[in-house]
């Protein structure tokens, strides 16, 4: 059982360059979101999408787009990378709303630098 | 002011010790509160959510929650050394589809 799986695990971009992360998750989950990693400021939730169709911001989202391509699959884009997006980006996912108390499962990451 | 908050630490304790971490959260609406750690360079994973005030115990951890003092903390006896990671408190505010995290504690337990 792969749980959540992200691609690349390792990019560098010129700031400038589009890019976009991918990932899916085999557990028939219905919640999926984006979180960034910061040194010392935790993870920041980028994006969310609570089912199919739909997508929210979260607490970060300028720069970034989404897309929920369907139930297994969620993107995020890059359009224009810039320094400040250097970062471990995480994929996550949950059976259902977080506030019902359902358990958020990470991928391994994908560690982005823009130069 | 911080939605969570935890002291960054590094928390150093023995080995056999019972390591104490903390967390401070600001609004009242929490419903449901999550510890996870993360060991460098790998993924958060879950070890203990709690929704209801009091204790909680799963093996060697203990999670309480204190809603009056918007407190939430997890306490690790017997700490070994593979505990040591960074170990993140998160929040989730009722009518809101995502978790809010504290920039983490790192615990480090040596021999």
């Known amino acids: 059982n792969a749980g959540v799986t992200q691609t690349p695990k390792f990019q560098v971009l010129k700031t400038g360059q589009s890019m976009t992360l991918q990932c899916a998750q085999d557990?028939?989950?219905?919640?999926m979101y984006w979180y960034r990693q910061d040194p010392g400021m935790g993870l920041r939730l980028i994006y969310y999408s609570a089912s199919e169709g739909t997508t929210d911001k979260g607490e970060v989202p300028n720069g970034y787009n989404v897309s929920r391509l369907n139930k297994r699959e969620f993107s995020l884009r890059l359009e224009s990378a810039a320094p400040s997006q250097t970062s471990v980006y995480f994929c996550?996912?949950?059976?259902?709303?977080?506030?019902?108390?359902?358990?958020?499962?990470f991928g391994e990451g994908s560690w982005l630098t823009v130069v | 002011q911080k939605e969570v908050e935890q002291n960054s630490g590094p928390l150093s304790v023995p080995e056999g010790a019972i390591a104490s971490l903390n967390c401070t959260y600001s609004?009242?609406?929490?419903?449901?509160f999550f510890w996870y750690r993360q060991y460098s360079g790998k993924s958060p994973e879950l070890i203990m959510s709690i929704y209801s005030n009091g204790d909680k115990e799963d093996g060697r951890f203990t999670a309480q929650l204190n809603k009056a003092s918007q407190y939430v903390s997890l306490l690790i006896r017997d700490s070994q050394p593979s505990d040591s990671a960074t170990y993140l408190c998160a929040v989730a505010l009722w009518g809101y589809n995502k978790l809010i995290f504290g920039a983490g504690t790192r615990l480090a337990v040596h021999p």
């Open positions: 609004d009242r609406g929490s419903q449901s």
């Open positions: 557990m028939n989950h219905n919640s």
């Open positions: 996550a996912s949950s059976e259902g709303r977080a506030d019902s108390g359902n358990t958020i499962y």
